[in-house]
């Protein structure tokens, strides 16, 4: 019951997870796009910290998310655009998922998450917006956020840390939350 456009929001498993849950529920957001080919195939695309933007099986999910026969093994969420997306909006998040596939992921902005987070919380200072992301260098919440940008729709950021995080865009209005995803441990 996937459809392009619909984005999964996962609880973190791993160190680098549970650090980006310190800014929320969320530590990871990856977009569902349904192939135009026969067999409408499912795929989870995201920028991922050890290979960048992907595109991969949903079965991946649940068979080899690491690429070392193990599933995701968490908790996941998908939530669904309100306004159903046109077929021009669906091949156009199919064509931008395409895009920015192989584009690299990047550290350096978890860093600087984390030190606006502990910025925010020592200071009790809002943090000014981040306004774009690079096209060369992404985090999950970026290359979403671009992909939704490319249909002329947008997901908020988190006005605390000025940045755009899975837990911020899962806060938006013109999202619903459709399915729970149960991840078994691998």
């Known amino acids: 019951q996937a459809q392009t456009g619909d984005l999964i929001f996962f609880h973190g498993t791993t160190s680098m997870g549970r650090v980006i849950e310190l800014t929320g529920l969320y530590s990871h957001v990856a977009m ?13 695309c995201e920028a991922q910290q050890s290979v960048g933007v992907r595109c991969i099986t949903v079965e991946r999910l649940f068979t080899d998310y690491w ?16 306004q159903p997306l046109s077929l021009v909006e669906q091949d156009t998040l199919y ?37 774009e992301p690079e096209y060369n260098h992404l985090v999950c919440s970026e290359a979403t956020l671009l992909w939704f940008h490319s249909i002329n729709r947008t997901l908020p950021y988190d006005l ?23 991840l078994p441990a691998g």
């Open 95 to 131: 064509r931008s998922a395409i895009n920015l596939m192989g584009s690299l992921y990047s550290n350096d902005h978890i860093k600087k998450m984390v030190l606006r987070w502990i910025d925010y919380h020592l200071s009790h200072h809002d943090q000014r917006p981040i306004l």
């Open 32 to 44: 569902v796009i349904i192939l135009p080919d026969s067999e409408k195939t499912v795929l989870v």
């Open 160 to 182: 605390h840390y000025g940045d755009y995080t899975p837990s911020s865009e899962a806060t938006s209005e013109d999202l619903d939350v459709t399915a729970e995803l149960s």
């Open 67 to 82: 690429a070392d026969n193990k599933s995701f093994g968490g908790r996941a969420f998908v939530f669904r655009p309100r």
